[in-house]
């Protein structure tokens, strides 16, 4: 169990936003902290801790006025920590090779592979050649319908008709290094974490998970722990003192080498 920290760029500033608040209409959300600081001065600071594995994630669309100046940002932060973070936000079989030059570690991807509602068998299998399956993550990010949760993509907009289950994460498995899972419901509200999906994700064997959503207390993280049986990395953004929340970043840095020392 690992602490996956994460910078989160909107509008070309590094934001916690609430996730399901996301609208690409006047690229729009909810805003519970806006940074003054950069990407890169997080990006050194997660490499002075040898964070590895936190992501960097492009919250505007390709095709908003603001998504080069995300681009700029997420360029410096992983010239800041080459091969230390990950990238997701616009991500293709065409572009993926260039952020992995460009110094991320890994790619993340879910509307390039969830297109259409179904899962794009085809697109995946590109973006693992294009990338190499060792530098992919799929964003298997999720919101519950009739009781289920189900895929969603164009950041968190879209419900797909994929149903997130055991079977659909080893299936997908062969073509990525790694899943990242947020709980949209609880993104960005502090209201605690998906009890139910973290079961669920904790069963699964063979591939890392990284799963974020509801972290607001080093209580809550604490419940986590014992309800994924530390076998769930985790990632806290709004919930972090570094992005207005109260949690102690130090101590939960901490808190993460500790566990791994269990």
């Not at 908003?64 to 230390?84: F, K, V």
């Amino acid at each position: 169990m690992k602490f996956r920290p994460c910078i989160d760029i909107h509008n070309g500033k590094v934001k916690q936003i609430v996730g399901g608040s996301l609208r690409d209409e006047r690229d729009r959300a909810e805003e519970n902290f806006v940074s003054e600081r950069s990407a890169a001065f997080y990006a050194e600071l997660f490499r002075r801790d040898n964070l590895k594995g936190g992501h960097v994630i492009l919250l505007n669309p390709p095709s908003s006025p603001y998504y080069e100046a995300d681009r700029q940002q997420a360029a410096a932060a992983l010239s800041a920590w080459p091969g230390g973070l990950q990238i997701g936000g616009g991500i293709t079989a065409d572009n993926a090779a260039s952020y992995i030059e460009a110094g991320a570690s890994h790619v993340i991807v879910t509307s390039y592979v969830f297109k259409d509602g179904e899962v794009q068998w085809g697109n995946l299998e590109k973006l693992a050649d294009a990338a190499g399956a060792g530098h992919v993550v799929l964003d298997v990010s999720c919101r519950k319908k009739d009781g289920k949760y189900y895929i969603v993509t164009d950041r968190w907009q879209k419900f797909t008709k994929v149903q997130l289950s055991e079977e659909i994460l080893y299936w997908m498995k062969e073509y990525c290094d790694e899943f990242l899972v947020h709980g949209v419901d609880v993104e960005g509200k502090a209201s605690g974490v998906e009890d139910a999906l973290v079961e669920m994700l904790s069963a699964v064997q063979g591939i890392p998970i990284t799963y974020a959503g509801g972290i607001s207390s080093l209580e809550e993280l604490e419940r986590f722990r014992q309800l994924s049986g530390g076998k769930l990395d985790f990632t806290i953004g709004s919930g972090l003192d570094l992005y207005g929340g109260s949690i102690p970043y130090e101590e939960v840095k901490n808190y993460s080498e500790a566990d791994q020392a269990r």
